[in-house]
Structure formats: structure tokens, C-alpha cells
């Protein structure tokens, strides 16, 4: 372990300057989707099924349906940026465009390539929480400013989903395979990780299920705090978020070491 984060450097940002470069000149495509997605799930999800559902009971006090599932999106938000940014665009800049190879003729060693690869996973997802949040703000769902937040939280729980997807990244053998993992991990987190519904509606048996998704913890820590009510919990679940960021980013750096060695 020591022998791995050893040989990560500050040359890993130059893997991330090349990514942020080139989002940079591919901007438009880059910004407008993150930008769009907030409005779309709110009329969706906030105003048309909104209509169909009364308060939530959140905290001990009645809060709109469309309250509710605002930082549950921001959540969602963060998750999909990170993982798909270090699955599927790590991917084809590792198989397809040959990147990593032109990367690994300089001085740049293997972990720092893939640990620039994570930060710009995160930065993605830093990106996409900032938008998603503007938009809330914007419709007066969050509390201001202590919902501002959710920025270094979104970074965070990006460095999290950024490593998990890397993890996958290195051992799929085909862009295909990776239908496997969103289907398998993606979804259910999606569905059952307390975005759209309280987790007390739930079987109590679901609810300790619930409890084993990472993307339970960001939805529960970015509601709490969007909201403007502060706990120890929080803190909690960041920690939590953090140990996984932790030991994905070591398992990751282990098994990319081996694939691109071959």
C-alpha cells in the first residue's frame, strides 16, 4: 500500500489539466446536459408526479415533495457524474483513443495517470453538484447559503463514485460489460437509496439494505445540509464516504497497475 500511494506525484493534475482541457473545447456538449437535467427532473418528478403526493414528513416537520427530492437529485447528480466519467470516458481513453499510453511515455507513472484520472471524476461531479445546486437555489428549494455545502460534499462523495467506477474500469474487457454494473449497482441505488421517498417507507429489512449503499449516505448528508439542519450525522456519513473513496481509490490503483501492465 505504502509502494502505491508513493508513487502517486503532483504530475497526476497534468492527467487531470489534459481531461479539463479538453472539456474546455467541448464545453457546449459538456455544459448544457448537467444544465438541462435539473429542470427536467423537477418537472418530472417535482411537478408532475409532485401533484399526486402530499408533504413529506422529514425531520420531525412537513416539508414539500418538492423540497424532498431536490438534494436527492443533486445526490443522483454527483453519483452519475463521477462513475460514468470513470467508467465509460476512462474507458475509451484507455482502449480506444490510446491515452493512457501517450501519458505513460513521460515521466508520469501508472498511479498518477489513474489517480488523475479519479480527481477529474470528482471534479466532474463537483461540476455537476454546483449546477444541480444553482438550479435549486434558483427555485428556492435549498436553504442559502448553508446549503453552499454541498460543493466541498460534492467533491467529496465524487472522489467516492470516481474510484468504485475506476474499480470496474479495470476489470471489464469490453465497453459492453459495463451495462453490468449500472444495471446491478446504478439502478438499485437509484431507485432504493431514499431519493424519491422517505427510507422509512420501506420493509425494515430494505431499510437495512438501503443502508448499504454508498449513495444512501450522499442523499441523506446533501438533504440535511441543503436544508439547513445540521446534525452529527452528517459527519458521519461522510466519514463513511470518505473510507470508501479511501479503499476503492487503493483497490483501483492496485488492479489499473495490473491491467495496463499486460
Known sequence: MKRILKNISWRSLRVWQRNY????????????PPLLEPFLYLLAFGVGLGQLVNDVTYNSTQISY?????????????MNHGFFETTYASFVRMYYQKTFDAILS?????????????????????????????VMIFFNLVSFPFSLW???VS????????SMGMCFTAIVR???????????FIT?????????????????????????????FLVSAIRA???????????LQLLVLIFIAFICTLLCLMMMKKRLLK
Do not use: H
Not at 25 to 31: D, G
Not at 114 to 125: I, M
Not at 174 to 184: A, H, R, Y
Open 21 to 32: 482541457d479538453v472539456y474546455l473545447a467541448t464545453w457546449k456538449v459538456n455544459f448544457i
Open 66 to 78: 418538492l423540497k424532498f427530492i431536490g438534494p436527492g437529485l443533486i445526490a443522483v447528480a454527483i
Open 106 to 134: 513521460t515521466p508520469l507513472t501508472i498511479e498518477d495517470v489513474v489517480f488523475g484520472e479519479l480527481l477529474w471524476g470528482a471534479t466532474k461531479s463537483l461540476f455537476a453538484g454546483a449546477i444541480m445546486l444553482i
Open 150 to 152: 454541498v460543493l466541498p
Open 155 to 162: 467533491f467529496i462523495a465524487g472522489m467516492t463514485f470516481s
Open 174 to 184: 469490453n465497453i459492453e460489460m459495463f451495462n453490468f454494473p449500472v444495471f446491478l
Open 188 to 216: 438499485p441505488m437509484f431507485l432504493f437509496s431514499g431519493v424519491f421517498f422517505p427510507l422509512s417507507t420501506l420493509p425494515l429489512w430494505a431499510q437495512y439494505v438501503a443502508w448499504f449503499l454508498p449513495l444512501t
Open 225 to 235: 445540509i441543503a436544508l439547513g439542519i445540521f446534525s452529527f450525522n452528517i459527519l
